[in-house]
């Protein structure tokens, strides 16, 4: 079983008593506002995805992560890796997102989390490009993803939301230079 630690957090694989928090973050319109077509998503949709992110652990060997507070041991959301197959024109790829509630934005958890799980993606599992899609206007993730070192790679429309996105991107090699 796989678990990182941050120094605020420990991204851990899913567990049942993750469903309810989980379920809480995708039923917040204001979270869910940037994520495919904006809608919220109710206990059963959330019990699924997380069903499915679970097999994407035991398929690929890597997955979304639950995202823990150390401090409290609350569920702050996830992030990980997932096969971008909503947006086939980049496949084959692999993306690093996250989603946290509402109460864990503007700390920089995001961003840690995130760069924990870029460094699992490159040392751990050997990927040689990771790419991070955010619909245009979602200036957070976006500096998320400059944070974490990736370039614009292209924009383009999500073909199931028609809404257009920024597709970002790092290799190996950049992220090796700016590693050490």
Do not use: C
């Amino acid at each position: 079983m796989i678990t990182l630690e941050t120094p605020r957090l420990i991204l851990r694989r899913w567990r049942e008593d993750d469903v309810a928090p989980m379920t809480a973050i995708n039923g917040d319109a204001e979270v869910m506002r940037w994520i495919r077509d904006g809608s919220v998503r109710d206990e059963q949709q959330t019990r699924d995805g997380i069903r499915a992110w679970e097999g994407e652990w035991e398929a690929r060997g890597f997955g979304l992560f639950a995202v823990e507070v150390r401090s409290t041991g609350e569920l702050a959301g996830f992030t990980g890796l997932a096969v971008p197959n909503f947006l086939p024109e980049v496949l084959p790829a692999v993306e690093v997102g996250w989603r946290l509630g509402r109460g864990h934005w503007g700390q920089g958890l995001a961003t840690e989390a995130a760069v924990a799980a870029v460094r699992f993606a490159f040392e751990d599992r050997g990927l040689d490009r990771i790419v991070s899609i955010a619909q245009v206007g979602n200036g957070a993730s976006e500096r998320i993803m400059t944070k974490l070192g990736m370039t614009l790679f292209r924009e383009t429309t999500g073909p199931d939301t028609g809404r257009p996105v920024r597709v970002f991107e790092l290799s190996s090699e950049r992220y090796a230079a700016t590693a050490s």
